[in-house]
Every structure is written in C-alpha cells, then in structure tokens.
C-alpha cells in the first residue's frame, strides 16, 4: 500500500491565482481530512470529509474549498491564493472519525508571493 | 474544547530512557489521549493512544494518571532518529487540534 500520497511536493504561486492539491489514499479509509501547519506551529484542520459526497468545515476553512467524489480521492481547491495561504498542508485519513489513528501524507509546501 | 499543554523543549542522550509529559485537566470521560510525532520535513505519524489503563507498543509506553489529567510518553531507549516533534492530543475533544507540542533533541 502507499498510504496517502499528496501532489504536488511544492509550489509557488502568485496572489490571486487558484490551484488544486490532491490527495489520495489506498486504504479504503472513508474518512478524509486536510490540515495546514505554518511555520513552528502545530497543525489546523481546514476541512474534513466523512465520506464521498460528504464534506464539513474545520477550524480554518475560510479560501478553501473541498471536493469528494471517490473514497480515494479528496482534493483542496484554492480559488484566489493570498500571501495568508503559504503554509505546509497536509492530507490524511482514518478508518473512523477523529477518534482513530490517522496517516498522513508526505505534505505539500505552498508558497504565496 | 479540551485542551492540551506540553513543555516546548526537552533534551536527551541517545540510548537513555525519555519521559515526554503532557496535562489535560479539562479531560471528558471519552477522551482518548493520542500521541504522534512529526520528523523533520515530514507528515506526522502515529505513535500510540490510550484511554485510562497503561499501554505499551513497539514504538513507546503510555502512562495515564489515575484521574486521566496527566500522561507521559516514554520512549524507553532514545536514538538519534527519536529526535522529532510530539504532539499530544484529545479525540474527540480536541477535534485533531494539534498544539505546538515538545520539540525532542538527542544529543549522540
């Protein structure tokens, strides 16, 4: 198995553009989450999903959005980056909500000049 | 929201036993404490969780107090590739809120 697995590993983009970030996990796991962590902090929850078709808010959700049509799939759109945006953001999922362990993947290391 | 508090920093030498405290006095009755840590440049991985009794995996011991407002990590012999970030967490009280947590440095 790979795990959860995120492209891309970096990117840099200019203010105002969009981009997606997508994440992928082979474990049949029907919950899915997306965390951002600035520097030399811990990790915020941006949005998670229970399942496909199913998606909630976290605790930063705001200049993001989220999609899950597959079990395997859950991509973060941004629609308009913002200097505000640069930040690591990680990927992961759990076989049950919140309470069980959860994998993460390798992380994508955006950057908003 | 339960919360955690973690000291920033903590030192050991490698091979030595290492005792990562964590207090949670706002703890409810549900709440498993979780532990993971976090390489440098990497995700965070899993490293054990428990609930009121003592528990032991391949990686590390957890000890929980008897009144669940306290447990420790133990990494029972530290190597150099120990030295990481850990996080200690509530679920579901924390809704995966990760702190800044204790930044482990192992001096060879």
């Known amino acids: 198995n790979a795990g959860v697995t995120q492209t891309p590993k970096f990117r840099i983009l200019k203010i105002g553009q969009s981009m997606t970030l997508q994440c992928t996990q082979d474990?049949?796991?029907?919950?899915m989450y997306w965390y951002r962590q600035d520097p030399g902090m811990g990790l915020k929850l941006i949005y998670y999903?229970?399942?496909?078709?199913?998606?909630d808010k976290g605790e930063v959700p705001n200049g993001y959005n989220v999609s899950r049509s597959t079990t395997e799939d859950f991509p973060l759109r941004l629609e308009l980056a913002a200097p505000s945006q640069t930040s690591v953001y990680f990927c992961?999922?759990?076989?049950?909500?919140?309470?069980?362990?959860?994998?993460f993947g390798p992380g994508t290391r955006l950057t908003v000049l | 929201d339960a919360k955690t508090t973690q000291p920033n920093s903590m030192e050991s030498n490698e091979e030595e036993p290492v005792h990562l405290p964590c207090n949670h006095s706002?703890?409810?009755?549900?709440?498993?404490i979780h532990w993971y840590r976090q390489l440098p440049s990497q995700g965070p991985e899993y490293v054990i969780h428990?609930?009121?009794s003592n528990v032991n995996n391949r990686m590390a011991s957890l000890a929980i107090a008897e009144d669940r407002k306290s447990s420790t990590l133990i990494l029972h012999r530290a190597t150099l590739r120990d030295a990481a970030v850990y996080y200690c967490?509530?679920?579901?009280?924390?809704?995966?809120?990760f702190g800044a947590g204790t930044r482990l440095t192992v001096k060879p």
């Open positions: 992961a999922s759990s076989y049950v909500l919140l309470t069980d362990t959860q994998y």
């Open positions: 474990m049949n796991h029907n919950y």
């Open positions: 967490i509530l679920l579901p009280g924390n809704d995966m809120r």
């Open positions: 428990g609930l009121t």
């Open positions: 706002t703890i409810s009755g549900t709440d498993y």
């Open positions: 999903s229970v399942g496909a078709g199913i998606t």
